[in-house]
């Protein structure tokens, strides 16, 4: 979890556990991003496992947790000079005793042009079938040249072993004629064994941004293209896929309407698409919210859960449930300053309760289970 304070990213995880039903939640510092000072007079420095960790921590099969930072590393060449480059991120291992590993860092390595890995990994890892861990970066990817400037590029598709054999599996191309879409989202790993995700824009003329698949072997398929109206446009949380076997994201503006302001939508492994619920930038509507730029979780009682981060009564969000039919219920309005400016993906706990990691302040919320 990595938190936000007057500009300055905190790198620290934090696990927590409750002891028994009722009782206050013990928190404990697992790990803490060190930085490496190089001027002590300006305090100036850097990173070297990275900084700004991304997404959840995935525990993988070997008991292992897994997850990128989105910023940092030193790959030997980003810090020292002679400097050719910044460095774009890391992919870490995290043992339960607090050990950290950097299995890669996005910048140089192996290959022979900045960012030809990708640049700036977006949300955490996910676990294939075949023991590798796959995920996005928003930039970069293959064909940049040797000089490429930081956030170029159109993202990429990677896997990597648990000890750190990477492989770039797709680049984005960003020429006009592309019509794949650009940054793409965190993935998730569909019961097919195939990985599914969305990029938040495009290169393509009147595509607002693309739902695609894609497979071990980086064979990409593009199921959807968003237009903005009427299907919603700039899917930048991912998916998720539910109990029904189909696949759920949010857009964060578009929809049926010109008034439209984002929308929760369905899309079928086959690529048949469907707007449940669009959000409204009318006056009085907007007390559903507006934008939705976070993750949806389904529930135990199978609906779908997620968070705007405008609107509601005090225009910074509102907590949401949607059924699989499209029924709309808002929760909670997210009210300066007690929850000032948004939550992450929401998080249920196994006495149904839910986790609301709040943007600012630092912490973490309950709100009551699903009824």
């Not at 590993?101 to 990708?118: E, Q």
């Not at 990677?158 to 000890?163: D, L, M, Q, V, W």
């Not at 930038?281 to 507006?290: E, M, P, R, V």
């Not at 219920?329 to 249920?348: I, M, S, Y």
Request: hydrophobic fraction near 35%; include cysteine.
């Amino acid at each position: 979890m990595w938190n936000v304070k007057n500009g300055i990213q905190f790198l620290t995880f934090l696990l927590f556990a409750v002891r028994a039903v009722g009782q206050t939640p013990t928190f404990s510092q697992l790990y803490s991003f060190p930085m490496t000072v190089t001027n002590t007079t300006t305090g100036n420095g850097y990173w070297p496992q990275g900084y700004s960790p991304q997404g959840p921590l995935l525990l993988a099969s070997d008991d292992n947790f897994y997850s990128t930072t989105s910023l940092g590393g030193d790959d030997g060449q980003c810090h020292n000079p002679p400097t050719t480059h910044a460095c774009g991120g890391t992919v870490f291992q995290l043992t339960p005793a607090g050990k950290l590993t950097v299995l890669h860092t996005f910048a140089w390595g192996s290959i022979t042009a900045p960012y030809a890995d990708g640049d700036t990994p977006n949300g955490g890892l996910v676990e294939g079938p075949d023991g590798y861990l796959y995920g996005s970066a928003m930039y970069g990817g293959a064909g940049l040249g040797s000089n490429p400037a930081p956030g170029s590029g159109a993202g990429v598709i990677f896997r990597i072993s648990k000890t750190g054999t990477f492989q770039n599996l797709h680049t984005f191309c960003s020429g006009s004629t592309c019509t794949e879409g650009l940054t793409p989202s965190p993935l998730v790993l569909g019961l097919d064994g195939k990985f599914y995700g969305t990029t938040a824009t495009s290169a393509e003329s009147g595509v607002k941004g693309t739902i695609f698949r894609i497979n071990a072997s980086g064979v990409l398929e593009t199921l959807h293209k968003f237009a903005g109206l009427p299907d919603g446009g700039s899917s930048t949380a991912g998916l998720i896929q539910g109990s029904d076997c189909n696949f759920y994201g949010t857009t964060s503006g578009g929809g049926p309407a010109a008034n439209s302001a984002g929308t929760v939508f369905r899309i079928t492994p086959g690529g048949v698409y469907t707007v449940l619920y669009s959000f409204s930038s009318l006056s009085g509507s907007q007390q559903n919210g507006t934008a939705s730029d976070w993750a949806l979780v389904q529930a135990s009682n199978g609906k779908l859960y997620g968070a705007t981060n405008r609107g509601g009564v005090y225009g910074y969000g509102k907590v949401f449930e949607v059924g699989l039919d499209g029924t709309f219920r808002k929760l909670v309005d997210l009210n300066k300053p007690a929850t000032l400016g948004g939550v992450f993906t929401l998080l249920q706990a196994s006495d149904g309760n839910w986790a609301l990691p709040l943007q600012w302040p630092e912490q973490l919320a309950r709100l009551g289970g699903p009824q």
